[in-house]
């Protein structure tokens, strides 16, 4: 079956500029996850999603960030401005039901942001 | 805190040795941990689980031991190859709150 697919893989962008990661999770997977890992340390969860409701977003920059998945599905994550400590790979995982049951989280590629 | 760690950020072993990486965690309030390898480039990928009423679980040429006592997690790896190298990491889940995940351990395989 085909994984979680991410897009853009890297992004270069200057401080208090915007930008948007995609993420299109494995199909018939009803939660999606979004995650910032900076470098040398573990993922962070920012957001979880159960379909198109929010489960989770305790950890979520709510000043500068933002996600949203309209439809169940497919998945953005914006930042709107970004600062230089932004600077991190952004991870979008799916898993069927959620990861405490024990359904498995399956991470894309992520997508790596530098800002500068 | 709640903040889960390793105990080495790094460890160097021969193909055909076993492998042990330890994760210590602060919370007793854990019922459920994780590890995960994640190689260059990827995202992570999920090795094996166990919850906090067992303190030992085995999958294919890992294992994985719980010591609540001590609030200690391992991983061991049977018979390490060169594929096995990659950054380890071990998630706590504590009620009420995220999946959080410990900084990670790299492990070097050499042949």
């Known amino acids: 079956e085909a994984g979680v697919a991410q897009s853009p893989r890297y992004k270069i962008i200057e401080k208090r500029q915007s930008v948007a990661f995609w993420c299109n999770p494995i199909?018939?997977?009803?939660?999606l996850y979004w995650y910032q890992q900076i470098l040398g340390q573990g993922p962070k969860l920012l957001i979880q999603?159960?379909?198109?409701?929010?489960?989770?977003d305790s950890q979520l920059p709510k000043d500068r960030f933002s996600a949203e998945r309209l439809k169940g599905v497919d998945s953005t994550l914006k930042i709107q401005p970004a600062k230089l400590e932004d600077s991190a790979v952004y991870l979008c995982?799916?898993?069927?039901?959620?990861?405490?049951?024990?359904?498995?989280?399956?991470f894309g590629p992520g997508t790596r942001l530098t800002v500068t | 805190g709640e903040s889960v760690g390793l105990h080495l950020p790094t460890l160097s072993v021969q193909e055909g040795d076993n492998s042990i990486i330890n994760c210590a965690y602060s919370?007793?309030?854990?019922?459920?941990f994780i590890w995960y390898k994640q190689e260059s480039g990827k995202g992570p990928q999920f090795i094996i689980d166990i919850r906090s009423n067992m303190d030992k679980r085995q999958g294919q040429r890992v294992t994985v031991l719980l010591n609540k006592t001590v609030k200690h997690l391992s991983l061991q790896i049977a018979a390490t190859q060169p594929g096995d190298s990659a950054v380890y990491f071990c998630a706590e889940n504590i009620p009420g709150t995220a999946l959080i995940f410990g900084k990670g351990t790299t492990l070097s395989v050499s042949s």
């Open positions: 199909s018939g997977h009803a939660t």
């Open positions: 999603f159960q379909n198109n409701g929010v489960v989770d």
């Open positions: 919370n007793s309030a854990s019922d459920y």
């Open positions: 995982a799916s898993s069927l039901g959620s990861y405490i049951t024990g359904d498995e989280q399956y």
